[in-house]
């Protein structure tokens, strides 16, 4: 190696004087490693092709990610305060207010991440807590070749025809929440009175084959068939589709619910400038496009993409957004107990 | 670590005065047992004492914890029903696991090789690919189901997943080669001309099985049911993901409380009320079967 | 000539109940097999059309190779760790009689009641705490953690059940105590500790709570990626990535056997 690199370097210095400068100069953040939890697989290949790889080549930072789930890397995070295993966590709306409560996160500010100004109006859920990057809704979806009359509504997942094929989220996980909210709200309810709701999913009850927490189960059911219909994330469906399955992607009639998937800045990492030039590189119309292009969740900033991609995206732009019910996730975190318990004892 | 027991290895070679020898053997298993185990455990029964649902800046004593889960016939149900899902899987794992490995100790070396193999590989596999096995099997539109059809026995396709029995049968596959392998390696130290023996005694096999194999193989049997019977209990994604809302167990409520709602206290209260219950029962039968041997 | 059919009905029962056992292990990973070879986008089965492209997206990804290898190493070190401790130990408590001798052996077992969510925050807790946080030891300790049980257990009933007339023949012949555990003693409890070690591996190779919570960058185990995998992305290279996982355990089953030398002891 010493030798190897003994001769490049002479042979290269000889003939190469202009390009010598480039390669000495030092970069602001040569020896500076930020970590994030990931999101896991093509998640975290687009993160690191637009925007750890370049902000290599820029700044010198190097990024790892981290995999593991984002409720257990809020929670790793809460459980070891005075040393934080991460300098960014990702998480959704739900885990925001925790980490704010715990008093982990530090606020992000337009002077130190200009790009926060390319957000959609109104967006942030946390005032300047937490900076959102995806809009993921729950909607519905059904399999066109077994089911012939459309759905058009979680309250259609009482239909006789649809007896034992239904298939949802439970409170678990917060697709189960939106759509517990969406029904609440469609019958007079709300997050003070959830009742509601929960009659409406009475009705569907007789339908149910199982309710799960897991994003990845429902969709081997859908692919399997072993369900026909239910509620499910926005790209999810449109993954199922592109791989050539007959899923049909409904906006509720109820309305769009959804969540938002956050970067936060751990409070007190070791390079707030690497973060903040991280936060600002992720937030970026390359990043945020990149990842709406993939998965077709909803950009959160002003980012435009091809006509083709955007009818995909139901919460696409201004006129998007103002489709996305506004939810009070601090209130939610404290009802949200309450609820999951009452699922588990009436729903079993 | 190492340079105690290189000389608990010392201290035996010394004879007679190897009677603390048991202190440098012992020392290394007790030692991490106490600082990664029993520490971490105490902070746990620590949290589940606290007062309100955050176990951060929280402070107090206060048994609500408790009081809330003793005192709410859910949760007491939701206990029983896992003890009783633990014992069911426990039985079909004695019932399966038992001939399994006791054929697999006696059988020839090639045949054990395979078996062996056949027996652990559904444990290296994800369980997110486990329970698309068992869509594939169980499923509407599955195996079983399509065998049933068209041998007439049912009329249309029959749910057979997401509920009770499906959560014991993937269970008992899950945990079935630690009863295996308990017994095989039980089995393996007896010696086959006491079957011999008794054979030649005409006794007939059911009364050999009866009176000189199952007693003979009882500290592997032992030994495979609290295995099987103590991973079941504390199983929490299975039950979840295959017995859907139909089926619930403890684990998985410990799971919701920690991970989902950060109420560390209150799962703290219920793991520390599952873990007291468990190691009693465990303890109990245990001495219970090696004072009843048949 | 006394009744046979009770020797019939075990002799039909047994060899029924292995075929069923047999059959309900084999089918999860020949589904898994079946899938991974699809031509298809979905992870289906049965599979649509033939092809290995999903084999060729496994390779190219190097998160799951990474996992992979690391997975393999840990495996391996909690295995031999959880074998050195646990032997020691359950030979200290099988041979010698002493205070606290059977509260040692009930908290051996624990690590299998405590809830391990519970146990992976604790660890973390303390780990960050003494300054072993994302650490491989810190990873590794939590594996010998959950490992130990099966050892542990596993051994103490091989060692109640040897023979000790044998080691006692050969101390008669004046072969020195740590001749007769290393010549007599050892190869005796070959299968006791052929057992306890592929439990040992296995546990540890399948762990996805504990990894989650010890684990850091670059430390990652190969259910923690799946598991991640699949939270935004979910096809066939799942199924390639395990049927690398069947193949290798095949090949490493294979392997320890043949090290172990257990045709020559059973």
Known sequence: MQTRRTFLVSTVAAGAVLAAPAIVRAKPFDNVTLTLNGFGGDFDRIMKETVADPLKAETGLDVTYAPGGSSAAVAKTIATPDNPPFDIVLCDSPSVPELIKADMIDPVTPDKVPNVANLLPGLPEFGQHGVPFMISSSVITYNTEETQTPIASYADLARPDLEGRVALFNLENTGGVLYLLAMAEANGGGIDNIDPAFAALERIKPNIVTLTSSTVSLIQLFEQREATAGALWNGRVFAMQNAGQPMAMVAPSEGIYSLMSYYNPIKGTKHPEAVATYLNKALSDEAIGAIANFFRYGPTTTVDLPKAVADTIITFGPEGRAKIKTLDWTKIAEKRSGWIERFNRTMA | MNSSSVAARGTVRVGPSGRYAWIALTAPLAIVLLLFLVVPILSLLRASFFEGDRSFNASGVSLEHYLRFLTDSYYLNVMLDTLGYGLATALLCLVLGFPTGYALARAKPHWRRWGLIIIILPLTLSLVIVVFGWLVVLGRQGLVNQVLVFTGLIDKPIRLLFNSPAVIIVLAQQFLPFMVLSVMSVVGHIDPTLEQASANLRANRWTTFRKVIVPLSLPGILSGLTLVFVLSVSAFITPRLIGGHRVQMLGSLIYEQIIVLLNWPFGAAMSAVLFTVTLTITLIVNKWLKSHPG | ?266
């Not at chain 3, 069947?246 to 490493?252: P, Q, Y």
């Open chain 3, 1 to 266: 000539m006394k009744s046979q059919w009770p020797d019939r009905f075990l002799a039909v029962a047994g060899v029924l109940t292995q075929s069923l056992v047999y059959i309900t292990m084999l089918l999860p990973p020949i589904i898994v097999v079946g899938a991974s070879l699809t031509a298809g986008n979905s992870m289906v089965f049965p599979p649509e059309g033939l092809s290995l492209r999903w084999y060729h997206e496994a390779f190219q990804n190097t998160a799951f190779m990474n996992a992979f290898v690391m997975s393999l190493e840990l495996g391996f070190a909690a295995m031999f760790l959880s074998l050195a401790i646990g032997f020691a130990g359950a030979y200290g408590m099988d041979r010698y009689r002493f205070f606290g001798r059977e509260t040692l052996r009930a908290t051996a077992l624990s690590p299998l009641i405590v809830p391990v969510v519970v146990l992976g925050i604790g660890l973390l807790q303390l780990l960050t705490a003494i300054g072993f946080g994302q650490t491989f030891f810190g990873l590794l300790i939590g594996h010998v953690i959950i490992t130990l049980p099966y050892v542990v257990r596993t051994l103490t009933t091989s060692l109640a059940l040897l023979d000790r007339s044998y080691e006692e023949a050969a101390a008669n012949l004046r072969a020195a105590p740590h001749v007769v555990l290393r010549r007599v003693t050892l190869p005796l409890l070959l299968p006791g500790f052929l057992s306890a070690g592929i439990f040992a591996f296995v546990i540890s190779f399948g762990n996805i709570t504990l990894s989650i919570f010890l684990g850091f960058a670059g430390a990652e185990t190969l259910p923690v990626q799946i598991f991640t995998y699949v939270e935004h992305s979910y096809d066939p290279t799942l199924a390639a990535v395990s049927t690398m996982v069947i193949v290798l355990t095949v090949i490493i089953m294979l392997a320890i056997e043949r090290i172990a030398g257990m045709d020559k002891v059973l």
